[in-house]
């Protein structure tokens, strides 16, 4: 064990991966030092950040707090906390079952890990992040919690409602990261559409991203996790007329049909859903759309699954995920529908509707070959570059690679590259400059 040593541990989401970094800066400001995501963890003390969205994730989180919970039965860990979202909702039933964690902090509370540590003399928190991405590349969170209380989602019971941050803060955050080197900004926040609607009822997601790209510095700005209904529509004239923000939007639409998207509480239609994707490419040409969806929610029908393929092959979303419903405690969902689709044919239908984005998926590169692209370079891996257009966002999109024999790349650079060949996913692309 390495005395005042703290190693974190992060699941879930981009969202978390903040608080970490958040909690990183103030333990490093007092004195400890701070590993994250270590393969071979050796600090006295452990800090794991919680997930509690979906069934896999609570399982992958609780199995985390156990393997560490018995390093500290074997003498290898001094102290050990738990923070994040499923603290945040099970506090409870985690202090009940689980003696070896010294103590729970949820969502919201974690900061005062530090004071519990440091009972006298804690320097406080200054703004400033200790990144645990590249140095080229941050994520910036705008809000917290979300309004909009879809059936099937625990994210409001377990963060509340959406509380935005001031903007003038989050300009400032973006100025000190841009002195530290960060050029690409990966935007999040559970809904960023609603984005100052706390503050006085207008949505000032459009305004905000516009001053963000008026930030000396600033290359890449990329748009996570918006909403259908009630769309800021001038946030496209901004994505259109601004250089430096991605022509990118991940925006989770989970359904077509109606009777389905009217059980999820989406407040969308399947005819509002068709034409919000052609306005959206409309206003703006050659934009890249992510976006994630769902089968086997409760009723869901094999004519409304077949309506959901039907989008599918008609939206050909450039990216886009599935997943499986589960049914998650206190959701609207689980307290009112009976959760009726078997999970054989849950599984069936997954499997069809991503072989179907994979078809399309495969397509859409293929018509990419000959294209003259601008890529970031991220890392070296193998005999390859690893690059990324402004059409894909870290972890979760298609990548595209560069041979190493070429020319010696630089990761955090820019470059202009030549897509010479496709695979299902990835590109493959040659320098030009």
Same mark, same amino acid.
């Given at each position: 064990m390495i005395k005042n040593r703290v190693d974190i541990i992060t699941m879930g989401c981009s969202k978390n991966l903040v608080d970490s970094e958040i909690l990183m800066s103030m333990f490093e400001s007092n004195g400890f030092s701070c590993r994250h995501d270590s393969k071979n963890?050796? &600090?006295?003390?452990?800090?794991?950040?919680?997930?509690?969205?979906?069934?896999? @994730?609570?399982?992958?989180?609780?199995?985390?707090?156990?393997?560490?919970?018995?390093?500290?039965?074997?003498?290898?860990?001094?102290?050990?906390?738990?923070? &994040?979202?499923?603290?945040q909702r099970y506090l409870k039933d985690l202090q009940m079952e689980l003696p070896e964690v010294d103590k729970f902090y949820g969502k919201f509370d974690y900061r005062q890990l530090v004071s519990d540590l440091k009972p006298s003399s804690v320097v406080p928190y200054c703004g400033k992040r200790h990144l645990t991405t590249p140095h080229h590349y941050a994520y910036i969170k705008i809000s917290e919690g979300c309004n909009r209380h879809c059936a099937y989602c625990a994210i409001p019971i377990i963060t509340g409602n959406h509380v935005?941050?001031?903007?003038?803060?989050?300009?400032?955050?973006?100025? !000190?990261?841009? @002195?530290? &080197?960060?050029? #690409?900004?990966?935007?999040?926040?559970?809904?960023?559409?609603?984005?100052?609607?706390?503050?006085?009822?207008?949505?000032?997601?459009? %305004?905000?991203?516009? #001053?963000?790209?008026?930030?000396p510095g600033v290359k890449w700005i990329r748009l996570h996790y918006a909403y259908p209904t009630n769309f800021p529509w001038e946030l496209l004239w901004v994505m259109r007329e601004k250089p430096n923000v991605c022509k990118y939007l991940d925006i989770a639409l989970q359904h077509v049909s109606d009777p389905v998207l009217k059980a999820m509480k989406r407040h969308f239609t399947k005819e509002e859903t068709y034409e919000f994707i052609r306005r959206i490419r409309e206003e703006v040409p050659g934009i890249c759309l992510r976006t994630t969806l769902m089968v086997?929610?409760?009723?869901?029908?094999? #004519?409304?699954?077949?309506?959901?393929?039907?989008?599918?092959?008609?939206?050909?979303?450039?990216?886009?995920?599935?997943? %499986?419903?589960?049914? #998650?405690?206190?959701?609207?969902?689980?307290?009112?529908?009976?959760?009726?689709?078997? &999970?054989?044919?849950?599984?069936?239908?997954?499997?069809?509707? !991503?072989?179907?984005?994979?078809?399309?998926s495969a397509e859409l590169q293929e018509k990419a070959i000959g294209s003259i692209q601008t890529v970031v370079c991220d890392r070296k891996e193998g005999d390859y570059y690893i690059c990324r257009s402004e059409y894909s966002s870290p972890e979760v999109d298609p990548e595209i690679l560069v041979p190493c024999h070429e020319k010696r790349l630089r990761a955090g650079a820019f470059y202009t590259v030549k897509i010479v060949d496709s695979e299902e996913f990835d590109l493959y692309a040659t320098t030009i400059i």
């Open positions: 963890p050796q &600090g006295e003390i452990a800090v794991i950040n919680t997930c509690g969205f979906i069934g896999d @994730a609570k399982e992958e989180s609780i199995n985390t707090i156990l393997e560490f919970a018995e390093r500290k039965r074997n003498g290898k860990l001094k102290k050990l906390f738990v923070m &994040g979202c499923l603290s935005s941050r001031p903007q003038e803060e989050i300009l400032q955050e973006v100025r !000190m990261l841009v @002195a530290d &080197g960060v050029k #690409e900004f990966q935007v999040i926040a559970q809904e960023l559409t609603y984005y100052g609607m706390d503050i006085d009822g207008k949505q000032h997601i459009a %305004a905000l991203i516009s #001053e963000m790209a008026d930030i086997g929610f409760p009723g869901e029908t094999e #004519e409304d699954f077949n309506e959901l393929m039907e989008f599918t092959r008609w939206a050909r979303f450039e990216r886009m995920g599935a997943f %499986a419903y589960s049914e #998650e405690d206190g959701t609207f969902s689980a307290e009112h529908y009976q959760d009726d689709v078997p &999970g054989s044919v849950k599984q069936k239908r997954l499997d069809k509707l !991503m072989a179907l984005q994979q078809d399309i």
